[in-house]
């Protein structure tokens, strides 16, 4: 099977899959926005829900999944309809199982995550429900690390960018630094993926930035590189930067101008 992204038509926000060409089907979904006329029958707004659906593997108790779910930032329009068609809790719990098989929540077996997406929203950027409920998810699956030293799918999850003072440095295993390179996905590695993430990066040598920062500017911006299929030794690269404004651009073109092939 060859590797394929999809662009589903969510109008204003993001809701983006990756599946790689590997035997699993792998899949990497960045951001919903998943509006509640998109799930009517009669609406004429595309069934994104539906088609997103079409394409997910189903595990062996017939439960939709995806192997990763990163949200770039928490607008509504980044992580809309999260609540409704995802399960978020401990596997153990998941509470679909008498339901149609179309109608059970996605399960995520891994979080993808930025720190600084929550602690940059203020009076002025205020999180809505779905955006609170996946920082409740995100959290959980901190605390389960921490307590257990490991996790298994469904409770896994990434922390995409280091915080200020050192505040994500027990995190070890499950952190992914600003420049960093992986391609592991839900506990396994992958030769057909890799993955550098570019921002956030925290700033801590410019504290009058740091209060101009926004939920926005701490959007995820990472640059993957897929092969085709498994056949294929050349690379296709995909660079998803959420709502990041040219102020975050500017900073990482400061950073890696001396290795622009980063941001290819």
């Not at 998109?38 to 539906?50: F, W």
């Not at 996946?134 to 605390?143: G, M, P």
């Not at 990066?201 to 939920?215: G, M, N, R, V």
């Amino acid at each position: 099977m060859a590797a394929k992204i999809t662009f589903f038509q969510v109008g204003n926000g993001d809701m983006t899959l990756v599946r790689l060409a590997d035997t699993r089907v792998t899949t990497i979904l960045t951001d919903i926005n998943i509006r509640s006329s998109a799930d009517d029958p009669d609406d004429d707004m595309p069934d994104v829900a539906g088609a997103l659906r079409q394409r997910l593997m189903y595990d062996k108790d017939q439960r939709p999944f995806v192997d990763a779910f990163m949200l770039s930032h928490p607008d509504q329009d980044h992580c809309r309809g999260l609540r409704k068609h995802f399960w978020l809790g401990r596997p153990e719990d998941y509470p679909d199982d008498h339901l149609e098989r179309s109608e059970r929540r996605i399960i995520i077996r891994e979080l993808w995550s930025s720190p600084l997406i929550f602690r940059r929203r203020s009076v002025n950027h205020t999180l809505c429900d779905d955006a609170r409920a996946f920082n409740s998810e995100a959290r959980r699956r901190v605390a389960h690390w921490r307590a257990n030293g490991y996790a298994t799918s469904g409770n896994r999850i990434l922390i995409m960018g280091e915080d200020n003072d050192d505040k994500t440095d027990d995190l070890g295993a499950i952190l992914i630094r600003s420049g960093d390179t992986f391609n592991k996905i839900d506990g396994e590695y992958s030769s057909l993926f890799s993955a550098r993430l570019l921002a956030p990066a925290p700033h801590e040598d410019d504290q009058e930035l740091e209060t101009l920062l926004s939920k926005n500017d701490s959007s995820i911006v990472m640059n993957m590189e897929i092969s085709p299929s498994i056949f294929s030794s050349r690379k296709t690269r995909f660079l998803t930067g959420g709502d990041a404004r040219v102020l975050i651009w500017e900073r990482m073109w400061e950073r890696f101008q001396d290795t622009p092939e980063v941001l290819e």
